[in-house]
T-cell receptor, first 113, second 113 residues
Framework: SQELEQSPQSLIVQEGKNLTINCTSS?????LYWYKQKYGEGLIFLMM?????EEKSHEKITAKLDEKKQQSSLHITASQPSHAGIYLC?????????????FGKGTLLTVNP | DADVTQTPRNRITKTGKRIMLECSQT?????MYWYRQDPGLGLRLIYY???????NKGEISDGYSVSRQAQAKFSLSLESAIPNQTALYFC????????????FGPGTRLTVL
C-alpha cells in the first residue's frame, strides 16, 4: 500500500513568515492532492498535481511535485492567521486513475499574530 | 447550498446501537467514498462505490456496511456500534476523470459511549 509521510507533524510560525510542508511517498506518485482542514471540519481542496515538475499556486500557497523524489511540497508565503489549520496530502494508489486516494496524517499549522 | 451534505453532523450513541450516517451529493458524481478520521491516524477509507451496483471495501470495513440507494446517496451503517468507532466520518465524491477533484462533505462527529 502507498504510505504518505508528512513533515513536520506540527508547525508554529509567526505571522508573516514563510513555511514549507512536505509529503513523501513510498511509491511512485501518479497524482497528489493537497487539502486544508479547519479543526473538526471538512476538507477544502487546495490543488492537485499530476506531472513531475508541476507547480501550482493559489493566492499565497504554492505546491510542487518532484516525481523523482516521490515528494510534494506546499509552501506558504507571508503566512496569515487564516492559513492556520491541518494540511493533508492525498495520493493515488490505483496506478494512475486516481480513484482511490491514500492520505497522510496531516500537518497542524498554527500562525501566531 | 453545499454540494456534499452529511447528516447528522453530530451524534452520540451507546454501545450496541445501530447507527446510520447519510451522505447526499448534487455534483452528479458516480464515485462516492466513506472515510473516518482519528487523531494521529489520519483519514482511512472505509468503503467506496463507483456506481449504484459497484461497492467495494476499503482498508477498514470491518464493523461497517454501506448502501448506495441512488447515484446521489451513499449511507454508512454501524450495525452494533462500539466505542472505538468514535471518530469523525467524512463522505467524499468525485467524477470519473483521473484529474477530477475529490470533494468532501462537512463531516459527522460520532461518539459511541
Amino acid at each position: 500500500s502507498q504510505e504518505l509521510e508528512q513533515s513536520p507533524q506540527s508547525l508554529i510560525v509567526q505571522e508573516g513568515k514563510n513555511l514549507t510542508i512536505n509529503c513523501t511517498s513510498s511509491k511512485t506518485l501518479y497524482g497528489l492532492y493537497w487539502y486544508k482542514q479547519k479543526y473538526g471540519e471538512g476538507l477544502i481542496f487546495l490543488m492537485m498535481l499530476q506531472k513531475g515538475g508541476e507547480e501550482k499556486s493559489h493566492e499565497k500557497i504554492t505546491a510542487k511535485l518532484d516525481e523523482k523524489k516521490q515528494q510534494s511540497s506546499l509552501h506558504i508565503t507571508a503566512s496569515q492567521p487564516s492559513h492556520a489549520g491541518i494540511y493533508l496530502c492525498g495520493a493515488d494508489r490505483s496506478g494512475g486513475s486516481n480513484y482511490k486516494l491514500t492520505f497522510g496524517k496531516g500537518t497542524l499549522l498554527t500562525v501566531n499574530p | 447550498d453545499a454540494d456534499v451534505t452529511q447528516t447528522p453532523r453530530n451524534r452520540i450513541t451507546k454501545t450496541g446501537k445501530r447507527i446510520m450516517l447519510e451522505c447526499s451529493q448534487t455534483k452528479g458524481h458516480d464515485r462516492m467514498y466513506w472515510y473516518r478520521q482519528d487523531p494521529g491516524l489520519g483519514l482511512r477509507l472505509i468503503y467506496y462505490s463507483f456506481d449504484v451496483k459497484d461497492i467495494n471495501k476499503g482498508e477498514i470495513s470491518d464493523g461497517y456496511s454501506v448502501s448506495r440507494q441512488a447515484q446521489a446517496k451513499f449511507s454508512l451503517s454501524l450495525e452494533s456500534a462500539i466505542p472505538n468507532q468514535t471518530a469523525l466520518y467524512f463522505c467524499a465524491t468525485r467524477g470519473r476523470i483521473s484529474t477530477d477533484t475529490q470533494y468532501f462533505g462537512p463531516g459527522t462527529r460520532l461518539t459511541v459511549l
